[in-house]
Structures are given as structure tokens and as C-alpha cells.
């Protein structure tokens, strides 16, 4: 297959190697988002007269029929691709003869590979709201109907105060809301089409950007063409720190969870199936799914300085450094979307204990709530804290370990109704 920027020589066959890499693997998962752009485009070549209306029908026939292959998995880039772009023309030209050469016009690889990411990233970013909304639910569910069941809150990993059950659960569903918000933002980003910036200057053809920006679902373009090639890394960047705020959020989950499933607490179980056992201790269930999940989740959060770091001390236009992108958000974007499943899979079959607090070593729980007790009856706070506080140094102190937290966001008043309001105005931006 001869190359598309081919002036009739070869390059060098290790440069060749190591420039292309494994772009050719990557390039599949933008197969269908490259045709995607390559019918808006020939239907807009159409209006300003670049191509026939026979020639566009026939095009977009044959697209289809290459779309139609993708989406069967029959697919596939010949040994001697560049990448996508270059592999789809080639097959429209071998199967519609000079007409497939004329696809090209007006655009340029590097404004192609910007829409095809573009259009990947608002689809991932779509399927990545879909799984947190589906975790977030499942939270706030478990929040509800475990609400009254208290356990130890701590500070310092030392026991603290009185927590619960609905007050853990519904912290991760409130934390996926600020992270929704980043996810959100990330989106209004890729919303942006900068297909008719070609090379990253503009063309000499009356391009209709505004009807590609309609016809490929883009909310607004990105008008400046210089500013469109200037997105590439900074979209990516963008969407990874956000993706790592929601692996920031698991990491902490998976945390909490490997502490709560050990001997030492045994606030909550799991079936059997779900743990994995000890080559020689019979006794064990290990919490491997947490685990993998907490390491996938650090790894996640390091992506923003990874993609920070391939992208700077680069002025602006388009470089090879680029291509590496794919290379670290493709696959972080689905070990992400593996531990959002594995997750909400593994809280659908958690289990709580009810009688953590009858241990007596929880009883030091109480002291803020007799202290506060003694408040309320008129005795000034610091001279109650210095009474609860000379009970515990004898040995003397006493609680009924009851509770009675009335005010927004307390264990007595969860406000779920409000966080779920949250969540929907911070979803309802990726649309």
C-alpha cells in the first residue's frame, strides 16, 4: 500500500518500525469514529462543490459498508498501513477507483486523528457516567438500608466517633458527584470540532465547519484552527485527571474495604467466591478484587502527570509526540471501566455486620457524645470535656452508646434526596 504523503521513495524500514509502533492496534478503536467523520465531511465537500453528489452517494455507500465490517469485528489494518486514515482511503480507492482519493480534500491527517479522538472520548466519557451513575446508585441504596447500623469512625487510624453504615456508603456516592463534575468538564472539552483546522492552519477551500459541527454531534467547534491542533494532549489531559478522580475515589473504597473485610474489624463480609484463599493457611479470604482494584486505581491517578509529561516542550502545531498518547489513555480508559463494574459487582454481594459497637472497646466512641450531653445541660464545653475526660484517665467512663445527630449530613440526616439532585445537575451536562 503505498503511503499517502508517498513522493516516490521509501523511508528507511527501522524508521518506518519505530515511528508507527503499535499505532496500528490502537488505530482500531477509532475505525468507526474515523468513517464517522469521513461522511460528514464528504457530505459537506458536496455543498461547497469539491464532489459530486453521485460521487458522494458512492462514498458513503462504501464507508458504510467498511463501518459495517468494523462493527462485526471483520476489520482489520493491512501490515503496510500507516493507520486508520491512511488504510480506509486505500480501500475505498481499491474499491471505487480515483474517487476514493478525493475523500481527502480539505482536511488533513493530523485535524482527522483530532475528530476520531474527539469522538472516542465523548463516547468513553458517556459509558464512564453510564458505570458511576450505576455505582452511585447502589451506594446511596446501601446507604438507606444500612442507616441505622453504627460502626467506629476514625481519625489518625485511631478510634475516633460514632459513624454508620449509611454514613460510609453515602460518602463514596457524594464523592462520585464531585467526580462527576470533573468527568463533566473533561466532556465540554471533547464537545469541540476541530475538523477543518487541516494541518492546524486552515485550508484555501470554503470548508463549512459549522455544518460538519451539526452533522458530527458536536456541541460548538473549535474555532481558532491553531487552538483546535493546540487540543490535542490537552483534551487527553483533561479527561485523565478527571478519570483519576473517580480512581481516587475507588482507591479509598477498595482501602476501606480491605480494612473492614480483616480479622482485626469483621465490619462486613463477602461469599467465599468472591475472596481467594492461602497456598498453606486454610483460614483465609483474601480481598484480591480490592486489592487489584486499589493498585489499578493508583495507577490511574499517575496518568494526568504521565500525559503531562509526553506533552510539554512542544510549541504549538502538531508533533509525532503525539501518537504516544493512545498508547497510555486506551488502555487506562478500560482498566477504568473494569474496576467501576468490579466494583459496583462486588458491593452488590457486601454483607454488614450489626453488632459491631457491642465490643467494648468501642466504648471510648462516646465521649464527644457525653461531652456534648453535659453541653446541653448548661455545664460549659471545656469544663465537661475535662470531666468525660478525667472518666476515661480512672477508668470510670460509661455511654449509652446512642446517638442523636439531627443536622444536615449527619449520621440522623443523610440527605440523600439532595446529593442524588446533585448528581443528576452535574450528569445531565454529558449528554
Avoid at 487489584?292 to 509529561?309: D, F, G, K, T, V
Avoid at 467501576?340 to 462486588?346: A, E, V
Avoid at 470531666?387 to 444536615?408: L, P, R, S, Y
Wanted: proline share 3%.
Amino acid at each position: 500500500m503505498a503511503k499517502i504523503w508517498d513522493k516516490g521513495f521509501d523511508a528507511n524500514k527501522l524508521v518506518e518500525d519505530f515511528t508507527v509502533g503499535n499505532d496500528r492496534e490502537l488505530d482500531l478503536r477509532l475505525a468507526k469514529h474515523d468513517i464517522k467523520g469521513s461522511m460528514a465531511h464528504i457530505k459537506m465537500l458536496v455543498k461547497i462543490g469539491l464532489l459530486g453528489e453521485d460521487e458522494e452517494k458512492s462514498l458513503r455507500s462504501e464507508l458504510q459498508n467498511i463501518l459495517t465490517e468494523v462493527e462485526r469485528g471483520n476489520f482489520s489494518l493491512d501490515d503496510d498501513a500507516e493507520d486508520i486514515h491512511s488504510q480506509i482511503e486505500a480501500m475505498l480507492t481499491e474499491r471505487l477507483g480515483d474517487i476514493g482519493k478525493k475523500i481527502h480534500s480539505g482536511r488533513s491527517r493530523n485535524d482527522q486523528v483530532l475528530v476520531d479522538i474527539k469522538l472516542y472520548l465523548k463516547e468513553e466519557i458517556q459509558l464512564i457516567k453510564q458505570e458511576v451513575l450505576q455505582l452511585f446508585d447502589l451506594l446511596q441504596s446501601l446507604s438507606e438500608e444500612h442507616k441505622d447500623i453504627l460502626i467506629p469512625g476514625y481519625t489518625h487510624a485511631q478510634i475516633a466517633m460514632p459513624s454508620s453504615f449509611g454514613l460510609w456508603f453515602g460518602a463514596y456516592a457524594e464523592s462520585l458527584v464531585d467526580d462527576m463534575h470533573s468527568l463533566a468538564a473533561a466532556w465540554k472539552v471533547a464537545d469541540q470540532n476541530p475538523l477543518g483546522s487541516a494541518a492546524g492552519y486552515g485550508s484555501s477551500f470554503p470548508l463549512d465547519r459549522e455544518m460538519t459541527t451539526k452533522e458530527l454531534g458536536f456541541d460548538t467547534m473549535s474555532y481558532n484552527v491553531i487552538a483546535a491542533q493546540m487540543g490535542r494532549g490537552k483534551t487527553e489531559r483533561i479527561l485523565a485527571q478527571s478519570m483519576a478522580n473517580i480512581a481516587s475515589t475507588l482507591n479509598k473504597l477498595a482501602a476501606d474495604n480491605c480494612m473492614y473485610l480483616s480479622g482485626n474489624y469483621g465490619f462486613i463480609s463477602y461469599p467465599k467466591e468472591l475472596t481467594t484463599g492461602s497456598s498453606i493457611m486454610p483460614h483465609k479470604k483474601n480481598p484480591d478484587v480490592w486489592e487489584l482494584i486499589r493498585a489499578h486505581s493508583n495507577r490511574l491517578q499517575s496518568l494526568p502527570n504521565e500525559i503531562s509529561m509526553m506533552t510539554t516542550n512542544m510549541s504549538h502545531g502538531y508533533h509525532r509526540d503525539y501518537q504516544l498518547l493512545k498508547e497510555v489513555l486506551f488502555p487506562a480508559v478500560e482498566t477504568l471501566h473494569t474496576i467501576l463494574k468490579m466494583s459496583h459487582f462486588m458491593l452488590q454481594n457486601i454483607s454488614v455486620n450489626n453488632d459491631i459497637l457491642s465490643d467494648p472497646k468501642y466504648d471510648y466512641l462516646f465521649t464527644v457524645e457525653e461531652v456534648n450531653n453535659l453541653v446541653l445541660q448548661g455545664i460549659p464545653f471545656r469544663e465537661a470535656y475535662q470531666q468525660i475526660g478525667k472518666e476515661v484517665q480512672e477508668g470510670t467512663f460509661k455511654a449509652d452508646k446512642m446517638v442523636n445527630h439531627t443536622h444536615a449530613g449527619s449520621i440522623g440526616n443523610l440527605c440523600s434526596d439532595e446529593i442524588k439532585k446533585k448528581m443528576i445537575l452535574a450528569s445531565e451536562v454529558i449528554l
